[in-house]
């Protein structure tokens, strides 16, 4: 029951927005092993390495979705690919590089798709 309940609360909020207590994080992490959910001190390690920000509130460390998606590729690096922790900041950096240049080319796409378009409606009008 418990499980159906995060796994809801995971599909009802989005991205940035911090939710979960680091004792809900670390049982995110692992949904298909409920039982065996991450030690709190692994994440607590994870961002005194800087692979992971949760938000602060007070002494309270909150996770939002985005940061359980990350903790879960950190440990399939970690974990399933036998990548350490070093190894897991420079894929991790590359990603973000990837994302970031990804983004950009969209939205210069997106500009000369409109620049094309407003010089093909001038040249309908001259």
């Given at each position: 029951m418990r499980r159906m309940f995060e796994e809801e609360m995971m599909r009802r909020s989005e991205g940035d927005e911090p939710l979960y207590t680091i004792s809900i994080a670390?049982?995110?992490v692992r949904p298909d092993k409920p039982t065996e959910p991450i030690h709190p001190q692994t994440l607590r390690m994870y961002e005194k390495l800087g692979l992971i920000t949760p938000k602060r509130v007070g002494k309270n460390r909150l996770y939002s979705n985005r940061d359980i998606e990350r903790l879960r590729q950190i440990q399939r690096y970690t974990q399933d690919m036998g990548v350490n922790l070093a190894g897991v900041?420079?894929?991790m950096r590359l990603l973000e590089r990837m994302e970031n240049m990804q983004r950009e080319m969209d939205e210069r796409?997106?500009?000369m798709k409109r620049e094309m378009e407003q010089r093909l409606r001038e040249l309908r009008k001259a």
């Open positions: 670390a049982r995110l900041e420079v894929i796409q997106e500009a």
